[in-house]
């Protein structure tokens, strides 16, 4: 197993600078992460440092509560597509979902793949805000969508990836999602046991602290 194709080398912390960006993606070549994970504003720069390797640029949309319009997620979709972003996570509409408006919830979903394409696109559930019965009806939605992961977390709310929150979403798509457990792995220990309950992709900020056995310390 090739751990460091499961990460997706994250800083999305609102006081990142330029200067961090780029550390990221020097890391993320040298480790062949999966891909970085960045806000918006930073994905032409990214896609400028790894257009020569492996590391997908993975751009957040809707980030972090999912409540913008969806015209406005297919704008922000579109734009960073334009930059080279080469995967989404785009952040469901909590608030309409927690108001059972299932038929909105979906419709921002399909706009959404539909603007990406064939680029990849992970929806983030918050599962730290949904019962186990409400992550069951996310994740049925966006399989109704035709997305190509559900994820855990943005790691900006009250809490991250759980082992039972991502053995649930697994057993709830199987095989034909794939699930993506972020917020709060620290450790190789941890990714290796989201790996277990089903994960197929880790979003962390300590990507290098996994693969050098080490703890990382610092927030998200």
């Given at each position: ?6 990460i ?5 912390k ?5 200067a961090?960006i ?7 070549k040298?480790?062949d ?10 994905v ?6 790894l ?6 640029v993975?751009v ?12 406005t ?18 952040v469901?509409?909590i ?6 408006k299932y ?19 992970k929806?983030i ?9 409400e992550?069951?009806k996310?994740?049925?939605?966006a399989?109704?969508a ?5 994820k ?5 709310s ?9 053995k ?5 798509v199987g ?10 792995v620290?450790?190789?220990?941890d ?7 089903g994960?197929t992709?880790i979003?962390?900020s300590?990507g290098v602290?996994?693969?050098?056995g ?5 927030s998200y």
């Amino acid at each position: 197993m090739k751990l460091n194709k499961y990460i997706d080398h994250t800083l999305l912390k609102p006081d990142a600078t330029i200067a961090d960006i780029k550390q990221l993606c020097l890391e993320a070549k040298e480790y062949d992460f999966a891909s970085v994970f960045i806000n918006p504003t930073y994905v032409s720069l990214a896609h400028q440092l790894l257009q020569n390797s492996d590391v997908n640029v993975c751009v957040v949309v809707g980030f972090p509560l999912g409540a913008n319009t969806t015209k406005t997620k297919v704008a922000e979709i579109t734009n960073a597509l334009e930059d080279g972003a080469n995967e989404i996570d785009m952040v469901m509409n909590i608030s309409q979902f927690k108001s059972d408006k299932y038929d909105l919830v979906v419709a921002d979903m399909l706009a959404c793949k539909k603007a990406a394409g064939t680029v990849i696109v992970k929806v983030i559930l918050e599962t730290c805000l949904l019962t186990a019965a409400e992550i069951i009806k996310a994740c049925q939605l966006a399989e109704q969508a035709g997305l190509d992961f559900v994820k855990t977390s943005t790691g900006f709310s009250k809490a991250g990836a759980t082992i039972a929150n991502v053995k649930l979403m697994k057993a709830t798509v199987g095989e034909r999602l794939q699930v993506k457990a972020a917020g709060g792995v620290r450790n190789k220990a941890d990714a290796l046991a989201m790996i277990t309950a089903g994960a197929t992709r880790i979003g962390t900020s300590g990507g290098v602290a996994i693969m050098d056995g080490q703890e990382h310390s610092k927030s998200y």
